[in-house]
């Protein structure tokens, strides 16, 4: 059973301060990605990454960047964090057949309030 | 400018009957469509599945119809059942760009007992 675990299910943060989002999957995935979801705006795609130390920017990358480290852990960082970054984040994986045709897998979220 | 649209937010439906969600799409690059199916305080799961190749594709209850050139997708649950009560998002990828996949806004289905 494919499981991607994120490390906080709520966070609470200051404005200014620099946010970790962790995420690891076990199904050995190539592809990771970041997404966050607002009402009436859907999932919007962040960053992804195809294979370690590999990256992407998403439709929204400005004030996030990511580190992909290992193959199984996907982080996002928030440089510093402000209130309009105050959202619900996913991060989800997939296999990389690079032909656009995977299901992605997600994690349960990660609500962060910054205040 | 969204890509892939949902223009009801939600949608209620009594048991037993069908549910039609609606999704629409710009890009003519996309060539494959998924549904996603959300409950609340849970991550998306998979649902079902279209490739471009295709224009209707089943599983137990889950239809989905695609209109390539009315750039359309639907997706009928019959008969619905409370438990499909969920935020439901309809996705989709281009071949060209790696396994890169833009969402739709959602629409919210609530199934009456």
């Known amino acids: 059973d494919v499981k991607v675990t994120q490390s906080s299910r709520y966070l609470v943060k200051r404005t200014g301060e620099k946010v970790f989002l962790e995420c690891v999957q076990d199904?050995?995935?190539?592809?990771m990605f970041w997404y966050r979801q607002d009402p009436g705006l859907g999932l919007r795609l962040i960053y992804f990454s195809y294979d370690v130390k590999m990256k992407e920017k998403g439709d929204i990358p400005e004030g996030y960047s990511v580190s992909r480290e290992k193959k199984e852990r996907f982080s996002l960082i928030l440089e510093s964090a402000s209130t309009n970054q105050t959202s619900m984040y996913l991060c989800?994986?997939?296999f990389g057949t690079g032909e656009g045709h995977t299901e992605a897998f997600f994690g349960q979220g990660t609500r962060l309030t910054v205040v | 400018d969204q890509q892939v649209k949902q223009n009801s937010p939600s949608l209620s439906v009594q048991e037993g009957r069908i549910s039609i969600l609606n999704c629409d799409y710009t890009n003519s690059m996309f060539d494959y469509f998924l549904w996603y199916k959300k409950y609340p305080a849970e991550g998306p799961t998979f649902l079902i599945s279209i490739s471009s190749i295709k224009d209707k594709n089943e599983d137990g209850r889950f239809t989905v119809f695609l209109n390539k050139s009315a750039k359309h997708l639907s997706l009928h649950i019959v008969p619905s059942q409370p438990g499909d009560s969920a935020v439901y998002f309809c996705?989709?990828?281009?071949?060209?760009?790696?396994?890169?996949?833009?969402f739709g806004p959602g629409t919210s289905l609530s199934v009456i007992p």
């Open positions: 199904m050995d995935h190539e592809n």
């Open positions: 989800a994986s997939s």
């Open positions: 996705a989709a990828s281009a071949m060209t760009s790696y396994d890169k996949v833009i």
